[in-house]
């Protein structure tokens, strides 16, 4: 979460473009902004994990079993003048990526839809994000195997989500697409085709690189001062 909000500075400052992915290295449990911190109790099987506040709306993700993506966009890029857009033609990229897997994803619609992509938590939602309904989300079957959520300021925007690759027992009511298509996908596999995807879908040449030094302070910085500490996790009790 700290790098992601790192990207983000430097997409605002230095108008440096990132695309991301990463993995976690042990189950994770990552409120949304909105979200109650006392709400993680109603969740028996993650109470255990490690929890994080993200920057972003929407409900909990059980980061283990998945891939997660960043996006950070200048906003004089023009993939980021329209936010709408922007979920729109990388959750596209991701529906030709898994294709290229034989898995068939489609969007959500409505009636399914019940939020839009930049809508806070509704009163009622269920806790966790991958049992509530976006425009846009991605579906295998009728379950949701990703979904989007941003973040704009200071003349950047942050879009991230999650892929749900297979069922964690930390989560087990949530199907992934291993569960889904019987197809078992790696991370890597998924990270090679995706980041192609994803650049030409948007028009960035990408190129593999490393946090600046800038970055990676900015990062640790935040890590040390905010995501570890219970006054940013448990700003909302």
Known sequence: MAVD?????????????????????????????????SERDSH???????????????????????????????????????????????????????ARFGVEARFCTPPLANLSPSSSTLAGEPFLCFQRRARNDLLVDDSKVCGSAQRRRRGAILQHGSILLACSEKAPELPGIRELSGQNLSTADVIEVAAGAIGLRLGLGLIAGELTADEASAAQTLCDEKYSGNPWNQKRI
């Open 44 to 98: 028996l099987p993650s109470r255990e994990c490690a929890l994080v506040r993200r920057q972003t709306g929407g409900g909990a993700i059980l980061h283990d079993r998945e891939l997660t993506y960043s996006l950070a966009l200048p906003v004089e890029s023009p993939s980021a003048r329209d936010a709408s857009r922007l979920y729109e033609q990388v959750h596209i990229a991701l529906v030709e990526v898994l």
């Open 5 to 37: 909000e790192a990207l983000l500075e430097s997409a605002a400052e230095c108008g440096r473009a990132a695309l991301r992915f990463y993995t976690w290295s042990e189950p994770t449990l990552s409120l949304g902004y909105f979200q109650n911190y």
